[in-house]
T-cell receptor
Framework: SAVISQKPSRDICQRGTSLTIQCQVD?????MFWYRQQPGQSLTLIAT?????????ESGFVIDKFPISRPNLTFSTLTVSNMSPEDSSIYLC????????????FGEGSWLTVV | DQQVKQNSPSLSVQEGRISILNCDYT??????FLWYKKYPAEGPTFLIS?????DKNEDGRFTVFLNKSAKHLSLHIVPSQPGDSAVYFC??????????FGQGTELSVKP
């Protein structure tokens, strides 16, 4: 499977600020996704990052709050805007390949704590 | 509406014994099921998957069973090892669509 690197791995953020998380994959991948795991909760899909076009957001997530970029087949960013304590979560980049069928693989995650 | 449910938040087993983690789903359109293992402060690691055309898939110590009529799948770990202690998530998808995750079961394997 592809090696997925996320930056930052952990950060403490001030309320009202924004933070951009980067996801770098060591090979070209068909699909890239961004998930969130709030404390004690399951994993929830935020959006599918589409290469060269706007991301596809899931219900409850909007572009103004979580702008996503995907300039090429190996890189994507997720910005968490105007953060509040409720945004304290692990944010996970994940990728899928046609050769892997429907299996997706995850990066190490980015732990954000908003104070 | 929770389409994928893991009703046991935690499970404790003795080292060397079998661990059985269960997962139920409600959407009959799901055709692909996966199990992930997650340690604290790390991303989930893919363990094993099964297509709806099968009822069993085995990979080393890990076996996944699928009962479509009951909309139930289970992950068996034999023998369990202390390093297996983690949170296990089941997930399901339909026709290559997005993965829906269960709430997770925390497995503790005691030496």
């Amino acid at each position: 499977s592809a090696v997925i690197s996320q930056k930052p791995s952990r950060d403490i953020c001030q309320r009202g600020t924004s933070l951009t998380i980067q996801c770098q994959v060591d090979s070209q991948v068909t699909m890239m996704f961004w998930y969130r795991q709030q404390p004690g909760q399951s994993l929830t899909l935020i959006a599918t990052a589409n290469q060269g076009s706007e991301a596809t957001y899931e219900s409850g997530f909007v572009i103004d709050k979580f702008p996503i970029s995907r300039p090429n087949l190996t890189f994507s960013t997720l910005t968490v805007s105007n953060m509040s304590p409720e945004d304290s979560s692990i944010y996970l980049c994940s990728v899928g390949q046609a050769s892997s069928g429907n299996t997706i693989y995850f990066g190490e995650g980015s732990w954000l704590t908003v104070v | 509406d929770q389409q994928v449910k893991q009703n046991s938040p935690s499970l404790s087993v003795q080292e060397g014994r079998i661990s059985i983690l269960n997962c139920d789903y409600t959407n009959s359109m799901f055709d692909y099921f996966l199990w992930y293992k997650k340690y604290p402060a790390e991303g989930p690691t893919f363990l094993i998957s099964i297509s709806s055309i099968k009822d069993k898939n085995e990979d080393g110590r890990f076996t996944v069973f699928l009962n479509k009529s009951a909309k139930h799948l289970s992950l068996h770990i034999v023998p369990s090892q202390p390093g297996d202690s983690a949170v296990y998530f089941c997930a399901a998808s339909s026709m290559g669509g997005k993965l829906i995750f269960g709430q997770g079961t925390e497995l503790s394997v005691k030496p």
